[in-house]
T-cell receptor, first 113, second 110 residues
Framework: DSGVTQTPKHLITATGQRVTLRCSPR?????VYWYQQSLDQGLQFLIQ???????AKGNILERFSAQQFPDLHSELNLSSLELGDSALYFC????????????FGPGTRLTVL | DAKTTQPPSMDCAEGRAANLPCNHS???????VYWYRQIHSQGPQYIIH???NNETNEMASLIITEDRKSSTLILPHATLRDTAVYYC???????????FGKGTRLHILP
């Protein structure tokens, strides 16, 4: 158990819908990262927040957005969902913005029908 | 894009040492070699990292060649629980993001 929690574990929705994925980092960690893992693209970095501020951006679509709240939990919002958005979405956290080790949560499996 | 090349899959007998190779011929002087693993769709797990010296921790050993163009992760006594995808990653020290490649799927055979 990494100490990072993600909800929900599974999510099934339809194309065109909007969903919100939630992540609670390890206690004391200020930085949160989001990754997407799909069969064809593998594990891809989406975005990072540090202490409430966006710090780094990767291959995140404009239909996706994220934020980190004052209590340090983070949410990833996915809108206008397409079939290709079906994937595992992982959240990771680390103590500082740049850390050797990121601790990954168990993931949210999103299925878009 | 990932800067590493790994074999897509490997087998190892339980109890033996598992040696996972990684090529990173374009590694820069300020880049470290990191290893993570992912057990069956769980979140990836950090294993070890190094710059140029060999490193060892409770999970594994990392051997980096003198020219730093390749490395080997060694699991000294593989168990069935070590069955996973192992990712070799080249990363600027403490860079914000991790760029994952395709990794090596390690099968531990009973």
């Amino acid at each position: 158990d990494s100490g990072v929690t993600q909800t929900p574990k599974h999510l099934i929705t339809a194309t065109g819908q909007r969903v919100t994925l939630r992540c609670s980092p390890r206690s004391g960690d200020l930085s949160v990262y989001w990754y997407q893992q799909s069969l064809d693209q593998g594990l891809q970095f989406l975005i990072q927040y540090y202490n409430g501020e966006e710090r780094a951006k990767g291959n995140i679509l404009e239909r996706f957005s994220a934020q980190q709240f004052p209590d340090l939990h983070s949410e990833l919002n996915l809108s206008s969902l397409e079939l290709g958005d079906s994937a595992l979405y992982f959240c990771a956290s680390s103590v500082v913005a740049s850390s050797n080790e990121q601790f990954f949560g168990p993931g949210t499996r999103l299925t878009v029908l | 894009d990932a800067k590493t090349t790994q074999p897509p899959s490997m087998d190892c007998a339980e109890g033996r040492a598992a040696n996972l190779p990684c090529n990173h011929s374009t590694i820069s002087g300020n880049e470290y070699v990191y290893w993570y693993r992912q057990i069956h769709s769980q979140g990836p797990q950090y294993i070890i990292h190094g710059l140029k010296n060999n490193e060892t921790n409770e999970m594994a050993s990392l051997i980096i060649t003198e020219d730093r163009k390749s490395s080997t992760l060694i699991l000294p006594h593989a168990t069935l629980r070590d069955t996973a995808v192992y990712y070799c990653i080249v990363r600027v020290f403490r860079d914000d993001k991790i760029i994952f490649g395709k990794g090596t799927r390690l099968h531990i055979l009973p």
